[in-house]
């Protein structure tokens, strides 16, 4: 899909800044990395359809109860073609908690290439900015609504681990992608990060190294016979 290709171009790049006006009426300027927190940028079709609400209460939710969201102090802004008073309406409704602009003329859909999703609707697609500013991934899906957060999550992790002192010994692509914690630990399988970031074991000689194998611990599994790695 064109929109897809024109977003996507756009990963590993700055996010650009912009401004439009909030569902309060108050206008919002948007600067990457000013802050230092990491930003889920998303757009979707129309506010108070089904899959819009589907998608922004599945980020209400989990920004409310889970670890890693407030881990990262993770900035939410939503964005939509609809005018201030459909969005406060939606705002309203729905009880969200995070900033949800009003994009009525396309400027900034055109900006981030957004374009258009099935049978002629504005597109859903969600941008992960990182602290630095930095689009790190684009998901663009109209239908599967409630995965947007879930790449919302998975970026969240990522990036939390990546400001460990000890990530430069984990290859996220594998961790992310390929991982199976039953294989290598013995445990059932499960989130690779749960949450907990502040330990990890090497495979040989209980110190770690450039040559050693380094797992993440499992949730509260304990592996306190094993040093934290050498920074």
Not at 68 to 73: D, E, G, K, L, P
Not at 178 to 207: H, K, Q, W
């Amino acid at each position: 899909m064109p929109s897809q290709r024109s977003a996507r171009n756009l990963v590993g790049r700055h996010a650009m800044p912009f401004q439009l006006p909030s569902s309060n009426g108050e206008t919002f300027r948007f600067k990457p990395s000013v802050g230092g927190r990491p930003v889920a940028l998303f757009f979707f079709p129309a506010a108070g359809t089904i899959g819009c609400v589907l998608q922004s209460c599945s980020i209400r939710d989990a920004s409310n109860s889970k670890e890693i969201w407030s881990m990262a102090s993770c900035e939410v802004i939503g964005i939509s073609g609809n005018t201030v008073e459909e969005n406060q309406r939606f705002v309203d409704d729905h009880r969200l908690p995070f900033t949800v602009l009003c994009d009525v003329d396309g400027v900034v859909r055109q900006m981030y290439g957004t374009g258009k999703g099935m049978f002629g609707y504005d597109a859903r697609v969600t941008f992960f900015i990182d602290s630095h500013g930095i689009i790190r991934e684009v998901y663009d899906s109209f239908i599967n609504a409630i995965a947007h957060r879930k790449f919302i999550e998975k970026w969240l992790e990522r990036t939390e681990v990546e400001r460990q002192p000890w990530s430069k010994f984990l290859d996220y692509e594998s961790i992310l992608t390929d991982y199976d914690p039953g294989t290598l630990v013995g445990e059932e399988p499960g989130s690779v990060f749960a949450g907990r970031f502040s330990r990890v074991f090497s495979d040989s000689d209980g110190t770690a190294s450039d040559d050693d194998t380094l797992y993440l611990t499992l949730g509260d599994t304990d592996f306190s016979p094993f040093p934290s790695p050498r920074t």
